[in-house]
Antibody
């Protein structure tokens, strides 16, 4: 069974940094692309970043501050977040891309809460 | 950016009745060369992450009950639940994967009347 387990969510001050991790199991990790999607009651679901092969993509709101990466030897996806802002507060979901395209999410993790507050 | 607009924001339907949700994109998400609409529907039950229901506008994911169907092309899409069950209470989202940034609709909350 596919499992995506996020960790690293925490309370941080504005300007701080945080690393989210997503441990994957139940499928061949190297065969798929992955995304991070965040959710707030105010903005709903918001795409953050996707990694597909050697290509990475970012939302304008996080470009230059967040970095998506993966360690295929550990079956783990990462999101390094720097220069955090109050508006980055959200539940962050690790999401697995589909067979045909990384841009269609066919499995979501349970989410990690990131709170940015003074 | 492609803006995804869903309607209604919420709807209450009796058990066994039909629920219809609309999604409109600000530009076409049909890739003509592949004849595919890059439109996906997700279901998010209370306290759970989203779950894939339908991709390519009308292809149900494995294990999704056939009471769920998707239709439409270009910029206008519909998700239909033909006979609402109690476990269908959720928020439903559409998403376009035609271009970066990926964008989601605001969600439609389905409740039991």
């Amino acid at each position: 069974e596919v499992q995506l387990l996020e960790s690293g969510g925490d309370l941080v001050h504005p300007g701080g940094s945080l690393r989210l991790s997503c441990a994957a199991s139940g499928f061949t990790f190297t065969s798929f692309g992955f995304s991070w999607v965040r959710q707030t009651p105010e903005k709903g679901l918001e795409w953050v970043s996707t990694i597909n092969g050697r290509n990475t993509y970012y939302a304008e709101s996080v470009k230059g501050r967040f970095t998506i990466s993966r360690d295929n030897s550990k079956n783990t996806l990462y999101l390094d977040m720097a220069g955090l802002r109050v508006e980055d507060t959200a539940v962050y979901y690790c999401a697995k891309g589909g067979v045909d395209t990384a841009m269609i999410i066919d499995w979501w993790g349970q989410g990690a809460l990131v709170t940015v507050s003074p | 950016d492609i803006v995804m607009t869903q309607s209604p924001d919420s709807l209450a339907v009796s058990l066994g009745e039909r629920a219809t949700i609309h999604c409109r994109s600000s530009q076409s998400v049909l890739q003509s060369s592949k004849n595919k609409n890059y439109l996906t529907w997700y279901q998010q039950r209370p306290g759970q992450p989203p779950k894939l229901l339908i991709q390519w506008a009308s292809t149900r994911d494995s294990g999704v009950p056939d009471r769920f169907s998707g239709s439409g092309s270009g910029t206008d899409f519909t998700l239909t639940i033909s006979s609402l069950q109690a476990e269908d209470v959720a928020v439903y989202y559409c998403q376009q994967s035609y271009s970066i940034p990926l964008t989601f609709g605001g969600g439609t909350k389905v409740e039991i009347k």
